[in-house]
């Protein structure tokens, strides 16, 4: 990673027109001169220093002039917008945000060193998905055009991939990995970093609700065959600036309740997510999107895991490729299209 120290921080806000702020860090005060309450006070808009201000939130509309839209066409964006410091400067950052069903995970980084140049306009660039780019202040309406020629069109080419049923997505801020209070010699819990704010929809996720997460060790979630990878997914994301991906699974029951009767290994069904996330000083944003439902994997006589069965029959939410799945080396080998329309 570069040597220049730049100040970061995580936030979410509602994912509506009042971009009401429900979380903030608190290395907010260095980007911005802000404390958390004050940021909690406000609205994400209101810090806007460009004047497009008003269309930042159409970003993650649902719908476009009363049509629905595809709400699995993006789940992470890049955009560089100006933000107002305490005194009213507009400060340059690099804004990732992640989409979950009713708030958005913002993590940004200031570039103060940078002089001030008035963007009028609001590029997006799409990482997941579409994978591509869109300017918001331009595009909005002749891209509502195009959806309703293209609609009435005869032998509209139909999308390959369908999904039964609206794909679940859960928003997690865990504390950094690398803590001060940590426990052990090597500056790390033993479990993982703990988790400080997680969305409502976790239920859909696992069994368990948000009062049973808050400060619970995040790898205990995960599936003990997979601890490792998710581990060192935590460890790729201390070593990069970037949005970075990782798919695993996650106890469909995990133990979040001290002396509550867990469920045996080999029959607690198994979870697969595909994980976004994003690392700043202060934390880590993830974007959980649930992928599919696996039985537990098969163990060998000395109790190795040694395979992974196939997708569980009665999983309705399943049907869903992750971005790995899906990329290849070689578009032209990798069987994308004849894996969705399997999935059709």
């Not at 810090?47 to 201000?53: G, K, L, M, Q, S």
């Not at 974007?287 to 537990?296: I, M, S």
């Amino acid at each position: 990673m570069s040597g220049i120290h730049r100040p970061t921080f995580i936030g979410i806000h509602a994912r509506d027109e009042s971009t009401q702020v429900l979380y903030i860090s608190s290395g907010c005060r260095q980007a911005m001169g802000y404390t958390p309450a004050q940021v909690m006070a406000g609205r994400a808009r209101d810090f806007i220093a460009d004047p497009y201000d008003g269309d930042y939130p159409q970003i993650y509309e649902s719908k476009v002039d009363g049509e629905e839209t595809d709400e699995d066409e993006a789940n992470a964006y890049v955009m560089y917008m100006n933000l107002k410091n305490t005194t009213g400067t507009p400060v340059l950052h690099r804004v990732t945000t992640f989409k979950c069903d009713n708030c958005v995970i913002v993590v940004a980084v200031a570039f103060p060193e940078v002089p001030f140049r008035g963007r009028h306009e609001l590029e997006v660039q799409m990482l997941d998905g579409a994978m591509k780019r869109l300017n918001i202040t331009r595009q909005k309406e002749s891209d509502v055009e195009r959806r309703r020629a293209e609609a009435s069109q005869e032998g509209r080419r139909v999308p390959l991939y369908y999904a039964p049923s609206r794909q679940i997505k859960v928003a997690f801020v865990l504390e950094n990995p690398s803590v001060a209070e940590a426990s052990t010699e090597a500056g790390r819990r033993q479990n993982g970093p703990l988790i400080v704010f997680v969305t409502g929809s976790v239920g859909r996720l696992v069994d368990a609700d948000t009062s049973d997460l808050l400060r619970f060790p995040f790898l205990k979630l995960v599936a003990p065959e997979d601890v490792v990878k998710a581990s060192t997914f935590f460890d790729r994301l201390g070593d990069s600036p970037d949005v970075l991906f990782e798919s695993f699974t996650l106890l469909a029951r995990p133990p979040v309740i001290e002396g509550d009767v867990s469920v045996p290994d080999e029959q607690n069904q198994r979870v697969l997510v595909e994980c976004l996330g994003a690392n700043v000083q202060d934390g880590v944003a993830l974007l959980l999107r649930k992928l599919r439902v696996v039985a537990p994997p098969t163990r060998d006589s000395m109790g190795n895991y040694v395979s992974r069965t196939k997708v569980h029959e009665v999983d309705d939410d399943g049907g869903y490729l992750s971005l790995s799945e899906m990329i290849s080396d070689d578009p032209e080998t990798s069987g994308v299209e004849d894996a969705w329309m399997r999935l059709r």
